[in-house]
């Protein structure tokens, strides 16, 4: 367990280390297209490196209240909704950390997240969809899941990652409109022709690669999300049941979009196609996939296996 | 001069190592202790919640006399074994937890007690202290073990032994506390 907190929190800084030298790099080779000089060129650079620095920043400390801000969530107190403050409550003493903060979002599709930047400052929330679905078993496996999204510190990592993704897809954003609009007319006095076809190549794929890299990684988070909250509960069909409710209900999530959609226990945009294997652009993998998983640990553990119903 | 580096080196290493392993076990048993003081907070909260459980269901349950004697004297013997350690106050909670389970049994039997708002309140708080008090268990059992293990593996066992780290007592469940306790009224 400690090895594999270890190992997150490493991978974490080498991810954003990564990205913010992606971002410089951007920054270098946009500086080179506009102004073809080498003090433009730096200047760039250091402009980037600087934007980065301060959104991850800004990202660590506030992207929790951002991302609870955005998804209309509303905290709650033990008294308004007494069995969800008590099912988290138990799947925080099952994992020996802190009571996080419990976030009720008014929406009738069934889905849940945590956010924070640590056990110490974590978030959970749940729809009304949720609540009003699942019974106590299934709540418990949801709530164990996303209480293992905390312990393993994923929180931080997924918070960190979607900003900065969301830093470059915003830059090279800018700087392809930015081109259009006139940048390409100024470049023609100073800039050169190669750094400019290479800027407009590197602002394209920076953002794709940036998405491949953080969805995969969020992929694979969700399986061993699975199995820790297996671990918390000793209750596999717990868990099973409820993703077998959460795919059933054709409902998407209004108040969740593609920057906040990796957070989710299950993808809350609803994209149709039910598909065997997980596609590049999967925030989730296949949810059929991970509840069969689910059925074949209850299996193991000498509980009755069902059929999914889904 | 050679010589003389190479033991400082030596001596450097062995200290590290040496406070790396004494702070584990610090950590470790650090974990130990405030998951025992988990499992206590939630014995405690079951005994305050038992009172007033039984003032709630007794005017329902007046043919159940002998019932809620039992829980309430289980309940006395788990707050007197609360000085005992683990493994008497184990025994103690886990005879409760027996008493507490037939009550809710006999009280399938009583309709009304299912409308009553103040019951199913305090049926919920119950519910949830016995999960607790399980999953509280059940971190507790897993911070001992790794513990104990530390305790007796080398080398961690030779800081251990060195600077009097003892290995801990795990809270036992008893055998038909191993199925999900079932307690809904719904």
Redesign the interface.
């Known amino acids: 367990m400690y090895e594999q907190i270890t190992r997150n929190k490493r991978d974490s800084w080498f991810l954003i280390i990564v990205l913010i030298v992606v971002l410089c790099g951007l920054g270098l080779v946009i500086g080179l297209a506009w102004f073809g000089s080498r003090t433009g060129a730096i200047g760039f650079l250091g402009v980037f490196g600087i934007v980065a620095i301060v959104w991850s920043l800004i990202g660590y400390y506030a992207g929790a209240g951002m991302v609870l801000a955005a998804s209309g969530a509303r905290k709650i107190t033990h008294d308004q909704a007494?069995?969800l403050w008590?099912?988290v409550?138990?799947?925080r003493?099952?994992?020996?950390l802190p009571m996080p903060d419990v976030y009720i979002i008014d929406d009738p599709a069934p889905n849940a997240f945590a956010t924070g930047r640590d056990p110490q400052h974590a978030s959970v929330a749940v729809t009304r969809g949720l609540l009003d679905e699942l019974n106590?078993d299934e709540l418990q496996g949801v709530l164990a899941h996303e209480m293992s999204h905390v312990r393993n510190y994923d929180i931080r990592f997924a918070t960190l990652v979607g900003i900065l993704v969301g830093v470059i897809a915003l830059v090279a954003d800018i700087f392809i409109r930015g081109t259009f609009w006139g940048g390409g007319r100024r470049s023609e006095g100073g800039g050169n022709a190669i750094f400019f076809v290479l800027a407009i190549v590197l602002a394209l794929l920076a953002p794709l690669a940036a998405y491949i890299v953080q969805f995969a990684i969020s992929r694979h988070r969700e399986y061993l999300a699975d199995a820790s909250g297996v671990e918390?509960t000793?209750?596999p069909l717990g868990l099973a049941h409820a993703l077998e409710k959460i795919a059933a209900d054709p409902r998407p999530l209004r108040v969740a979009n593609r920057a906040t959609a990796h957070l989710y226990i299950a993808n809350p945009l609803k994209n149709k196609k039910a598909k065997e294997s997980a596609g590049l652009f999967d925030t989730h993998p296949p949810i059929q996939k991970r509840i069969a998983i689910l059925l074949a640990m209850a299996h193991d553990t000498g509980e009755p296996a069902e059929a999914p119903q889904a | 001069m050679i010589a003389l580096i190479i033991v400082i080196a030596i001596v450097v290493v062995v200290a590290i190592a040496v406070a790396l392993l004494y702070n584990g076990l610090v950590r470790r048993r650090n974990?130990v202790d405030?998951?025992w003081s988990?499992i206590d907070v939630?014995l405690k909260r079951r005994h305050d919640l038992i009172p007033n459980l039984v003032e709630a269901v007794k005017d329902y349950m007046s043919y159940e006399q002998e019932t809620l004697t039992k829980v309430t004297d289980a309940r006395a013997a788990a707050v007197s074994a609360g000085s005992q350690g683990p493994e008497a106050q184990a025994r103690a909670e886990n005879a409760l937890t027996q008493s507490l389970r037939s009550l809710f049994a006999v009280a399938e039997n009583y309709p009304d007690l299912k409308a009553n708002q103040n019951v199913l309140?305090l049926q919920?708080?119950l519910?949830?202290t016995e999960?607790?008090i399980s999953?509280?268990r059940?971190?507790y059992n897993d911070?001992v073990m790794t513990f104990n293990m530390m305790i007796q593996q080398f080398p961690s066992n030779l800081i251990a032994g060195m600077f009097n780290f003892s290995a801990r007592q795990f809270f036992q469940a008893e055998e038909a506390d191993k199925e999900?306790p079932k307690v809904?009224l719904r």
Do not use: H, Y
């Open positions: 007494p069995e008590n099912v409550d138990e799947m003493i099952a994992g020996g106590r918390l000793r209750n | 974990q405030n998951a988990q939630q309140s919920e708080e519910t949830t999960n607790k999953f509280a059940q971190f911070s999900v809904d």
